[in-house]
């Protein structure tokens, strides 16, 4: 099939799943299982678009100054560093590891 092919099917599978969120009765949404596996699905997509975007280059890893400034901001985080401080370690984290010689 081609890449197409494959974002068509996508596309009509996150459509049937977002339909059949809505034609869910309520009551079958407001069980406790239902919200916990919603944020923990979120948490885990989000964490792994995070891994993704780091150590992937292509279809191989690449250590580089991305994981520091990862390891930087997840540090800030730790220790309930406001956003603004977050960003800029992880961004400072980077520049220090592109100024001793990581790709």
């Known amino acids: 099939m081609s ?10 599978t996150a ?14 949404l407001d069980r406790p299982p239902v919200p916990e596996l919603a944020m923990a ?4 997509l989000l964490a792994s ?3 993704m ?3 992937a280059d292509g279809q191989s890893l690449a250590l580089d100054s991305r994981l520091l400034a990862l390891a930087a901001g997840a540090l800030a985080l730790k220790l ?5 401080i977050v960003v800029l370690s992880g961004a400072l ?3 220090a590891g592109r100024f ?3 790709p």
Do not use: D, E, H, R
């Open 3 to 12: 890449v197409l092919g494959w974002v068509l099917v996508a596309a009509a």
């Open 15 to 28: 459509f049937a799943i977002k339909l059949a969120g809505y034609l869910l009765p309520q009551s079958l």
């Open 41 to 44: 699905m979120t948490v885990g």
């Open 49 to 51: 678009l995070t891994v």
């Open 53 to 55: 975007n780091t150590v």
């Open 80 to 84: 309930k560093a406001p956003y603004l």
């Open 93 to 95: 984290a980077a520049a």
């Open 100 to 102: 001793f010689g990581l």
